[in-house]
């Protein structure tokens, strides 16, 4: 993992003190997804309703990081169109 990726989280520890608590495994799950990575694997992130939304954003936040030419072609959000949705079977 990049020291950058390191000093990202220690920034972000600092700025939200609260984090300390869970800080060891916020580094644990980073370092998770960047082996993921390194080793050709994906995210999947998903949601109904807002959800999707926040799914949505989630992607949009870790995709920013990545210069266009570089972008992964496994970053694009997937969304149901609502009329086709279907609601699940009692």
């Known amino acids: 993992?990049?020291?950058?990726?390191?000093?990202?989280?220690?920034?972000?520890i600092a700025r939200y003190p609260a984090l300390e608590a869970c800080g060891t495994d916020i580094r644990a799950a980073i370092k998770a997804l960047c082996t993921s990575y390194h080793a050709g694997g994906k995210l999947i992130v998903c949601g109904n309703g807002g959800s999707a939304a926040d799914a949505e954003h989630i992607v949009g936040e870790l995709m920013k990081g990545f210069?266009?030419?570089?972008?992964?072609?496994?970053?694009?959000?997937?969304?149901?169109?609502?009329?086709?949705a279907t609601p699940p079977t009692p």
Do not use: F, N
């Not at 993992?1 to 972000?12: F, G, I, N, Q, R």
């Not at 210069?67 to 086709?84: D, I, V």
């Open 1 to 12: 993992m990049k020291s950058s990726t390191l000093a990202a989280v220690d920034t972000l």
């Open 67 to 84: 210069p266009p030419a570089a972008s992964p072609r496994r970053g694009h959000p997937r969304k149901t169109p609502r009329g086709r």
